[in-house]
């Protein structure tokens, strides 16, 4: 539902834009740029790519969103986790109610990722009642061991399907390195919260592929140094057409 918060790579933002305006025309929609704090206006959209989401997450907040969608998702599969007591900083575990450093019960939990996208999209998804959307993308759940998809499944809050972090690194990735019981980790995902579809599945929704325009601006540093550069690319491309014509015994020298 909306409003929702839509986190993605820095260059599809303005496509993704265009995609939900082909759908949805009357949509009011916000891209975020810039790191410098300020009021959000009043969206139903929000699109944000992954160093704005950290810089700019208590305005995010603060706008309010009912719901988070989070494209190319394996990019928070990184982020060591840490608990600590709100009031003195003991290092609790996630669900603790009591600390052993101060002696306090009923304590509130500070959780943090190491890695800043995946702490910040984490705290975006926390935020939200659990009966909320929260849906990841990607065309790369995981590269090469089971636990990248650790981060993920907690985003989502589907890890304790799988008994926890430590029980999944246990039954799937126990060093890190080998992957274990993939059959049963398949199947599990699918029933609980995964859908793959191929691209076979999907190819005549497809739309032709596109060129993206990124515009930059240079310094008068930078632009120095390009025209440096291309005078040499244009040299030995001179250089190299020279000696062609040298080979083919032709007058290099001719306009």
Known sequence: SLPVVVVCKNRLKETLREDFLKFYPNLNITILNGGKR????????II??????SQRRED???HGFNSLIVDESHYIKNGKKKSTCTGCGYKVNSNAVNCKGCGKTGIKVNTRWGVRRTDAVMRLAHSLPPEALVLLLTGTPINIRPGE????????????????????RKRYCPDNKTALNLQELNTKLRENCFIRRKTSDVYGQLPPIQNSIQRMVLTDEQMK????IENDIVEFLADKA??????MG???DAA
């Not at 944000?48 to 989401?53: E, G, P």
């Not at 020279?242 to 080979?247: E, F, L, S, V």
């Open 60 to 62: 995010l907040l603060e």
């Open 225 to 228: 140094r390009y025209k440096e």
């Open 149 to 168: 998809l650790i981060r993920q499944l907690e985003c989502i809050d589907r890890l304790d399907i799988f008994g926890g972090e430590r029980r999944f």
């Open 242 to 247: 020279r000696q062609k014509a040298i080979d």
């Open 250 to 252: 032709e007058d290099h």
């Open 38 to 45: 300020s009021p959000i206006p009043e969206s139903e959209v």
């Open 48 to 53: 944000v790519n992954y160093d704005i989401a």
